[in-house]
């Protein structure tokens, strides 16, 4: 596991994807590196209340990957505004996967 702070420089609501169709993301930039982070599919960030703004100043906590689009996180807690966002158990597995919570 890793973890990130940094400033949301964008948010958006993937119509497909590697990890999920339909999926939460957001880039944010972190120690002058870029990073796309994915959240869970956009109806669960909704459901749950999340409410992100560019500029947020955020620390995420997910598996890290590097390819070809560049540096990812799968994010399992971000922290914004002072709550924590859960969207994976420490296994990984989906908070919002049924029997997950």
């Known amino acids: 596991m890793s973890t990130l702070s940094g400033e949301i420089t964008g948010i958006r609501r993937r119509k497909n994807g590697r990890f999920l169709d339909k999926g939460h ?23 749950v209340g999340l409410k992100l703004r560019i500029g947020d100043e955020v620390s995420a906590r997910g598996s890290m990957s590097s390819n070809s689009g560049g540096r990812q996180m799968v994010v399992q807690f971000l922290d914004v505004r002072g709550q924590r966002w859960h969207f994976r158990q420490g296994n990984g597995k989906p908070m919002w996967v049924k029997g997950a919570k």
Request: proline share 4%; charged share 20%; aromatic share 18%.
């Open 25 to 47: 993301e957001i880039f944010m930039q972190s120690n002058g590196q870029d990073y796309r982070l994915f959240m869970a599919p956009h109806w669960d960030v909704k459901h």
